[in-house]
């Protein structure tokens, strides 16, 4: 499992995705990014999941959003990116 850290701001944002992606080769092929720890953030916090995600891509991974702090998902439904990063599970067929 991947941790974003306390705080991903701007300044750290580089950083932050550098030291992720370093993870991805080695992790399952569902890669579970856990968003708990999550208090300091911008916008740039989108940023870096969604080059993580576009990094899982194209290594045939899947990237999951876990424990992301309703801030986050706020962020992410105003940037309208929150369907990318918390998929909606498919209606069951009646």
Known sequence: MLSLPQRVTHAL???CLAALSAQLPQAPQRV????QHLQEFDSSVLAVVLELRRMCLGLNKELVLTD?????????RLY????????TAPANAA
Not at 32 to 35: S, T
Not at 68 to 76: C, D, I, N, T, V
């Open 68 to 76: 992301a702090p309703e801030r986050l998902l706020a962020l992410a």
């Open 13 to 15: 944002a580089n950083s």
């Open 80 to 87: 309208g990116v929150h369907a990318l990063l918390v998929p």
């Open 32 to 35: 579970a990014l856990d968003a």
